[in-house]
């Protein structure tokens, strides 16, 4: 007989030892048969299979489903997982999602456990970014590590959780029932999905440590209890060391480790001996868990300080953050919070204005009825603590306590930290109150008789819940990530040939993860003093010298929209010539009109743009609002710009804040003895002056007046003698190329500057 084995029935005739006392003439139920039933006669023939009695078909066949569903449950709850990891979690991946990937790549570049070179959010060295790493060598920086990853850490997750259950001498019905309720229960909404199946970090990791950690504890008490024969002992000793050496690894994660998993697992364990009124403080018993205890604190020791060695003084990002108290007058308003951030975490949705009785209100009830019971039922259970006998009722009540734990620790984060207003922080707590709560049910159902009909209809709710979110995952669309602005960015990058940019941490991460790297965003913050290399999530290499970004610099403005894709190819076609310096794009208004197709010197006295107003579809002049051309400026709206020619003139001229700096900057390309072309077919909508409004003030006009006369003073000549891209011949005085009227203009002559020079 094996030890599992040996186990599962030592564990049985405790429990019936324990919930069946029979007085000493109290008939068993051998006993009752032999008295009420009459004895056959020596020459009644022994039974054979051909003349023994045969159960009704109904009933055969009631039993084959019962044996069957359960293993069929856990099956299809694995399959909505798995699909949702490998099709629709694409179409809610985004940045956060690629922190495990990214640490696991700074591993892998360093060879080192902890990179000294790279900023992490928070050190994990026993976490996710291990399983990650298997699939580096294989499959590269790409999602599909991203998604194999994942794929082990869900499998590890559902192992832990069943081998939890199955040492607590769960039935396999119960075990795979549970385990299967369970992993729906954490699909019920994208913040859950986002948390266990979108990134191993954090609660996710911290749930998996509390369930295989329990699952070491409850199987080293189970050898404990029986007959130590050699074996045994063995087992014994080979469960501790396990046991200890998980406790060492895990604390090396540090709080979030020690907070979910660590210090649950101590509390369960010396809670229930102390409050176990059976026993005696000094029992025996009672000395094996302080010892147990102590081993397990010391564990916790050794793996902070492990932790601190592998860091070797690299610090987190999060350290600090989200862990202060917050003033104690906003307590109570988190409090106020509380029930609506458990529901929302269950998958609430907003339902002002809904009907009653309409689809999306019943299924927003059943949510609502399953946050209640998983509320309520860990209360329940709790009351009925000196009700459970046995082995199997000692683990109940420490998972009882662990859960108390978790929650506890939880919520004074919640109620009095930084994070309030997070439903995700509630996560950990959802976790052990399911477990608890079925746990609860299935003691009801299998042991209290008075109490059976109450836990079934409990289950029914359960139930529903469980069948909206398999339903809910299996109806999110399989090409998810064709509507993920992610992704989109990604493929218009692709399509432009970028393949290596600077956007804020919700883009750069993310795009950079699902080219598969193939596009290199890095990682940039933008506030009041311009763009600053990031400090959060990033590489202290990514911002050398890249070949990448030697070459060219596009400048766009935040109020233009792409209209064509291909617009950026299209000017690095011309930019990319050995003669030109600068490129510019069609600028059409909101109408279809144009905005920009090139500027002239000279147009109201200092330079302004062709062919404002005149329709994308128009005649112009020569058809020249339609072909590529020379200018001798272009507006830095849309421009784009070779990097050694931007570095040679020094880039933008800084006395010239907001106007003319474009084309003072074109005119020092020209001056180089570089080209300024203008690319007709990139196309872009430019809503101009959207941000900063018009020159409409006296500050602004008083700023706009000066800039005219900085630029004159630089460039006398050109407003003096003329562009020599536009001919005297037409007029100053409008923008679609017309002949001048001699009665105002002369050939040639400049238009009259309204600001005197002097100024």
């Known amino acids: 007989m094996t030890i599992s084995k040996y186990l599962q029935k030592k564990a049985a005739e405790q429990d019936t030892a324990s919930n069946t006392t029979l007085s000493p003439n109290e008939p068993t139920e051998s006993n009752r048969s032999s008295l009420s039933e009459p004895k056959p006669s020596v020459a009644t023939a022994e039974q054979t299979p051909e003349n023994k009695p045969q159960k009704p078909l109904g009933k055969l066949l009631w039993e084959s489903f019962c044996i069957i569903l359960p293993p069929v449950l856990l099956l299809t709850a694995v399959g909505v997982v798995a699909y949702y990891i490998l099709c629709p979690s694409k179409g ?187 026993t005696p403080l000094l029992h025996r018993k009672n000395t094996r868990v302080l010892l147990l205890l102590l081993s397990l604190g010391i564990a916790i020791i050794a793996g902070m300080k492990l932790g601190n060695l592998w860091a070797n003084g690299v610090a987190g990002a999060y350290a600090d953050n989200y862990s202060n108290w917050t003033a104690q007058e906003t307590w109570t308003e988190h409090f106020q919070k509380l029930p609506l951030a458990w529901m929302t975490l269950l998958g609430l ?36 603590y000196a009700k459970y006998r046995g082995q199997s009722g000692r683990q109940m009540r420490i998972l009882l306590w662990a859960h108390w734990t978790v929650t506890g620790l939880i919520l004074v984060g919640y109620l009095c930290g930084a994070l309030s207003v997070a439903n995700w922080r509630l996560s950990p707590i959802v976790c052990t109150a399911f477990i608890v709560s079925m746990a609860f049910l299935r003691w009801a159902i299998t042991k209290q008789k008075t109490m059976q009909r109450a836990a079934g209809v409990l289950c029914v709710p359960l139930a529903c819940f469980c069948l909206l979110s398999a339903c809910n995952v299996l109806l999110l669309p399989t090409n998810a990530e064709e509507v993920n602005v992610q992704y989109q960015l990604t493929n218009m990058l692709e399509k432009q040939g970028l393949t290596y940019e600077y956007a804020t941490f919700w883009h750069a991460n993310a795009i950079t993860v699902i080219s598969g790297e193939k596009l290199k965003v890095r990682n940039v913050s933008v506030n ?212 001048r009227d001699l009665k105002k203009e002369k050939i040639g002559e400049p238009y009259k500057l309204e600001v005197p020079l002097d100024e």
């Not at 339902?351 to 329940?380: F, H, Q, W, Y």
């Open 92 to 278: 809610e991946f985004h940045a956060d999602c690629t922190d495990t990937l990214y640490w696991a790549k700074a591993t892998y570049d360093s060879g080192k456990l902890i990179n000294p070179d790279f900023s992490y959010a928070c050190l994990l060295p026993f976490g996710g970014s291990l399983l990650m790493l298997l699939f580096l060598p294989l499959f590269g920086f790409s999602m599909t590590t991203n998604m194999m990853g994942m794929l082990v850490f869900f499998l590890l997750f559902t192992t832990s959780l069943c081998w939890m259950l199955r040492q607590m001498h769960w039935d396999s019905r119960w075990n795979c029932i549970t385990a299967a309720a369970f992993l729906m229960l954490l699909s019920a909404s994208k913040k859950l999905r986002e948390i266990f199946w979108g990134h191993t970090i954090y609660y996710s990791l911290g749930i998996l440590f509390l369930f295989f950690g329990l699952a070491l504890l409850f199987r080293l008490q189970n050898l404990s209890a029986i007959r130590q024969t050699r074996e045994v002992r063995m087992h014994t000793i080979l469960t501790f060391i396990a046991l200890f050496l998980f406790f060492i690894l895990c604390c090396t994660d540090q709080i979030t480790a020690i907070t979910i998993f660590a210090l649950p697992i101590l509390a369960g364990l010396f809670l229930e001996r102390v409050l176990d009124r059976k």
């Open 528 to 739: 009041e003093n311009g763009v600053q290399k990031a400090t959060y999530q990033t590489d202290s290499r990514w911002y050398e010298d890249q070949p990448e970004q030697k070459n060219y610099f596009l400048l766009l403005n935040n109020d233009t929209e792409m209209i064509d894709g291909g617009c950026i190819r299209e000017m690095l076609g011309y930019c990319m010539r050995e003669d030109v310096g600068i490129v510019g794009a069609k600028l059409l208004y909101a109408d279809d009109t144009i905005q920009h197709a090139g500027v002239v010197i000279g147009f109201g006295g200092i330079a302004g743009h062709t062919f404002i107003g005149l329709h994308k579809s128009e005649n112009s002049y020569f058809n020249r609002a339609m072909c590529a051309q020379d200018y001798s400026a272009v507006t830095a709206a849309c421009m784009m710009s070779k990097r050694s020619v931007f570095d040679a003139v020094g880039g933008f001229t800084e006395e010239l804040a907001v106007a003319f700096n474009d084309i003072d900057y074109c005119m020092k390309v020209r001056k180089l003895g570089k080209l300024v072309a203008y690319a007709p077919y990139a196309v872009l909508h430019h809503y101009e002056s959207k941000s900063r409004g018009l020159e409409d003030t006296p500050e602004k006009v008083e700023r706009f007046n000066r800039e005219i006369a900085t630029f004159a003073k630089r460039w006398p000549e050109i407003l003096r003698d003329g562009d020599p891209y536009y001919n005297p011949n037409l007029t100053l005085r409008k923008s679609n190329f017309a002949l």
């Open 349 to 384: 949705e907003d339902i002002p204005d809904k009907k009653l009785m309409s689809g999306e209100s019943i299924m927003n009830l059943i949510r609502i009825i399953t946050a209640l019971i998983l509320a309520v039922l860990p209360v329940a259970a709790t009351c009925c």
